[in-house]
Nanobody, 122 residues
Framework: QVQLVESGGGVVEAGDSLRLSCTASGRSPSAYTMAWFRQAPGRGREFVAGIGNYQWYSDSVKDRFTASRDNSKNTMDLRMNVLTPEDSAVYFC??????????????????WGQGTQVTVSP
């Protein structure tokens, strides 16, 4: 089992930056691919960024968002720059059962955090 807890969400203005953190605990979380997803009201869960054997980003956030991972602390951060109202969503941290491919489909991930709300005002 892996437990994931997100933090760092909040309300910001367009153009601002925000850093989200995900703290993992449980069985060897450093051996898992981890990813960030987001879900806006009325929409499905959307892949944002992930770190496995490589890093991968969705087209909508690459060049603005940066994911990083500290296996010594079992944390994964998401640095978000130049935020827009379209980035408003609940952001979730997810972990796969293995380390390797960064899947972009939510169903591929086994473990999920409770989510943290990010709201970007115009």
């Amino acid at each position: 089992q892996v437990q994931l807890v997100e933090s760092g969400g909040g309300v910001v203005e367009a153009g601002d930056s925000l850093r989200l953190s995900c703290t993992a605990s449980g069985r060897s979380p450093s051996a898992y691919t981890m990813a960030w997803f987001r879900q806006a009201p009325g929409r499905g869960r959307e892949f944002v960024a992930g770190i496995g054997n490589y890093q991968w980003y969705s087209d909508s956030v690459k060049d603005r968002f940066t994911a990083s991972r500290d296996n010594s602390k079992n944390t994964m951060d998401l640095r978000m720059n130049v935020l827009t109202p379209e980035d408003s969503a609940v952001y979730f941290c997810a972990a796969d059962r293995t380390l390797g491919v960064v899947h972009t489909t939510a169903s591929q991930y086994t473990y999920w955090g409770q989510g943290t709300q990010v709201t970007v005002s115009p």
